[in-house]
């Protein structure tokens, strides 16, 4: 394992403990990466209340799977019933480690938003004179998923790119200085899709797992010339959830399913993307009930920006 994986790994353990967790480990098993390091995949889960508060959630790959206890990420970041989707959080520690900064796009109503925020400390004190909210364009209003993703080499920015789900379509734009989008492309033909969440980036594409209104997984390759790529994972079962949330776990993806209609979560470890041969592990339902508006990963955007390398 890494030594940038060790870093993120530190780093999730140090939030469940902020949280109050004490989540048991699982045995080290010969299929665990680095399991001596790590013994778990772990997931940092922001869910956006339909009041515009972020709560923040641990998860771990333990079978049954492990939860900590929930812990405000902050109140009233945006208006009360108007959140449709969110993309991913992304964090930045200030230089005298006492806080960061954090990131998100949302669709409020029918328009796009950039959120942007401070928090001092680590446990959710947001400073309200920080909080944010730029508006990018509107005509979102049958947006059901959004996601950006940045490439890095060397901590050097190769691209970053927005990606939502609208209508029939899913559409790829540039991002330049944050609210700056250009070189619009669309994809058509992906109506069936429910939801979906990022699980590899690459210099020249970006692969996600989505799920059908028909119960089908699959991989969607989206390169930054030519048409998607797409592959069937599995054919069936999988329709029940409005919500995916995905991160990486050296070799593996540890991905969240959210049924919003009973509030069942569950989650699950994926192998490496190959189509039907992708080895899928279930640890069964998470011991909670979730009831927001909208999930998110959770993510250090720093220049040492972890690429994500689920396919």
Not at 157 to 162: G, K, V
Not at 213 to 234: C, D, E, F, H, N
Request: glycine share 10%; net charge positive.
């Amino acid at each position: 394992m890494s030594e940038m994986i060790r870093k993120r790994a530190a780093g999730l353990l140090g939030l469940a403990m902020a949280a109050g967790a004490l989540v048991q480990a699982a045995p080290a098993t010969a299929s665990t990466t680095d399991a001596a390091a790590v013994p778990f995949c772990q997931l940092v889960l922001g869910s956006t209340t339909s009041g515009g508060d972020l709560i923040l959630r641990v998860l771990s790959g333990v079978t049954p799977p492990g939860a900590s206890p929930s812990r405000w990420g902050g109140k009233d970041l945006l208006p009360d019933n108007q959140l449709r989707v969110a993309s991913g959080i992304g964090t930045q520690t200030n230089a005298e480690q006492t806080g960061e900064s954090r990131l998100q796009y949302v669709v409020l109503g029918s328009t796009l938003n950039l959120l942007t925020y401070t928090v001092n400390g680590f446990a959710g004190e947001v400073d309200p004179a920080t909080v944010q909210r730029i508006p990018i364009g509107g005509g979102w209003g049958d947006v059901r998923y959004l996601e950006s993703s940045r490439f890095n080499r060397d901590t050097t920015l190769i691209r970053q790119n927005m990606y939502a789900v609208l209508g029939d379509n899913i559409v790829r734009w540039n991002i330049g200085e944050g609210t700056s989008f250009s070189r619009k492309t669309t994809y058509a033909g992906f109506s069936a899709v429910k939801t979906m969440t990022l699980i590899s980036q690459t210099a020249t594409y970006d692969t996600f797992l989505a799920n059908t209104r028909a119960g089908a997984l699959y991989t969607i390759r989206i390169p930054l010339t030519g048409k998607p790529v797409v592959k069937v994972v599995r054919r069936s079962t999988w329709q029940g959830f409005e919500a995916l949330v995905a991160d990486s776990c050296g070799n593996k993806t540890i991905v969240v399913g959210v049924d919003k209609e009973t509030g069942t979560p569950y989650l699950y470890e994926f192998g490496h993307a190959n189509g039907t041969a992708t080895v899928i592990k279930a640890f069964g339902k998470v011991p909670r009930t979730f009831s927001e508006a909208a999930y998110s990963r959770r993510f250090e955007d720093n220049q040492a920006y972890e690429q994500l390398f689920g396919e």
